[in-house]
């Protein structure tokens, strides 16, 4: 399995608070991505890093940010969450195979 | 806008029997098909993978049919056990003009019943 891991796995806040997710690899992979996960939708895309310091928008990137300023990390800024941000975020790695490992998702809940 | 069209979203088999789930897509440039598979509180994990230049591509009792023309991909579990029990997800994604991020079916749960 790649080595990714996100932190935190679990994580219970307030409405309007800032909320920062983190994801780390090893696997040295070019692109990571962070997708959501909620019932009846799927995985879908939030934003995506193909290099240090490269970043684009996926399908559902409005209330987030990201940032990555070193290959193995990847940042999910949520600036003022609210409950619609509820979900199962998953952070996923892959090289130029075009292959895409998932790490074990992080539990976040907005109240 | 769904790329990726998956059915059905839910799928009960007995053990022993044959699980078959479709996805479509629509995007033309689409060159490389994923199947994941995810158990309750775990990561998606890639199961298997098929690029557009075999039509057919088997892993074990798991395989991927494609259909170029028809813009669909399958995949059949071949003696479903219940251990095989979990969410699958169909993906796609146009590799070859730029890498693009996998866009994913909506899932299917899957029960194998003894």
């Known amino acids: 399995d790649a080595g990714i891991t996100q932190s935190p796995r679990h994580k219970v806040t307030e409405t309007g608070t800032p909320v920062t997710l983190r994801c780390h690899q090893t696997?040295?992979?070019?692109?990571m991505y962070w997708y959501r996960q909620d019932p009846g939708h799927g995985l879908r895309l939030i934003h995506y890093?193909?290099?240090?310091?490269?970043?684009d928008k996926g399908e559902v990137s409005d209330g987030y940010s990201v940032s990555r300023s070193k290959t193995e990390d990847f940042l999910l800024t949520l600036e003022s969450a609210t409950s619609s941000q509820t979900s199962v975020y998953f952070c996923?790695?892959?090289?130029?195979?075009?292959?895409?490992?998932f790490g074990e998702g992080s539990r976040l809940t907005v109240l | 806008q769904q790329q990726v069209k998956q059915s059905p979203q839910s799928l009960i088999v007995q053990k022993g029997g044959i699980s078959i789930i479709n996805c479509a897509y629509e995007?033309?440039?689409?060159?490389?098909f994923p199947w994941y598979q995810q158990f309750p509180g775990k990561g998606p994990a890639l199961l298997i993978a098929?690029?557009?230049?075999?039509s057919e591509k088997k892993e074990g009792r798991f395989t991927i049919s494609f259909n170029k023309s028809a813009k669909q991909f399958s995949l059949h579990i071949m003696d479903s056990q219940p251990g095989d029990s979990a969410t699958y997800f169909c993906?796609?994604?146009?590799?070859?003009?730029?890498?693009?991020?996998?866009?994913f079916g909506k899932g299917t749960r899957l029960s194998v019943i003894a």
């Open positions: 996923g790695s892959g090289g130029n195979t075009g292959e895409l490992f």
């Open positions: 696997e040295n992979h070019r692109y």
């Open positions: 890093s193909y290099g240090v310091k490269d970043t």
């Open positions: 995007n033309t440039a689409f060159d490389y």
């Open positions: 098929i690029r557009p230049d075999v």
């Open positions: 993906a796609a994604s146009a590799y070859n003009s730029g890498n693009t991020p996998l866009v």
